[in-house]
């Protein structure tokens, strides 16, 4: 491939890689990360809630991965209660999976920056070293779509099995017991999806340039030349 479409194609993956680390930053600050409802267990008992009297029995609750909002509806109307993850919620929730989570989340945004930078050198300058050729940006994109893919299966499974929001939703509750209604991922939280894609899809773009994958299987130059040299 021509130089100018290389570099255009170099410039294109820098900006998409800047964009999702931009993107992955903004993610990280907000609570739109998990939005639900949650019922009042305790308190549709007491009356026998059924059909539509359950409406006055179910708040609302949403959270990212530093603070979130509950609305809890018992009956006499919802009250908001506003929380943190830190250092609140340290001896409720799976902690380990959640600091996990944050972790994954600086290193894509690190990587992504990495990865943009060396395209964009790539583009306009003269690479020098393997880590500023396709082997680096290969690297580059690799670990920022595995960062991204597995803070999605951390996140999922601390949401789904470890059941997070009626810890949440349960937190210095003593007489009421709660219950997750329902429950649905949020912006963020396909913000990294697409961030994964986006780094998976730079791979095919360097590899649409015209640069073989890594590892990939060379012809073995010493045996053409040996058997050249037996022809003469």
Known sequence: MPAPQKKIIFCIAGVLSFACAL??????GTQLWVKG???????????NATGQELEKFIGKIQYGLFYGERVRQCGLGGRPFQFSFFPDLLKVIPASIHVSVILFCT???????????????NAFGSPYETLHGPVGLYLWS??????????????????KIH???EKIANFKEG????????????????????????HFLNALLIRFA???????????????????????
Request: proline share 1%.
């Open 163 to 165: 059941h997070l929001s």
């Open 175 to 198: 007489s009421f017991t709660f219950k997750t209604h329902s429950e649905h991922f949020a912006n963020s939280f396909w913000i990294i999806l697409v961030c994964s894609l986006v």
């Open 142 to 159: 690799f670990i920022a779509c595995s960062c991204g893919c597995l803070i999605m299966i951390l996140f999922s499974s601390e949401v």
């Open 23 to 28: 993107g992955t930053a903004a993610a990280i």
């Open 107 to 121: 290193v894509l945004i690190v990587f992504a920056l990495v990865g943009a930078g060396f395209f964009m050198f």
């Open 37 to 47: 409802t949650i019922l009042c267990k305790t308190g549709a008992l007491l009356v």
């Open 210 to 232: 015209g640069f073989e994958f890594p590892f990939s299987k060379a012809k073995d130059s010493g045996t053409m030349t040996g058997a050249a040299d037996l022809m003469y």
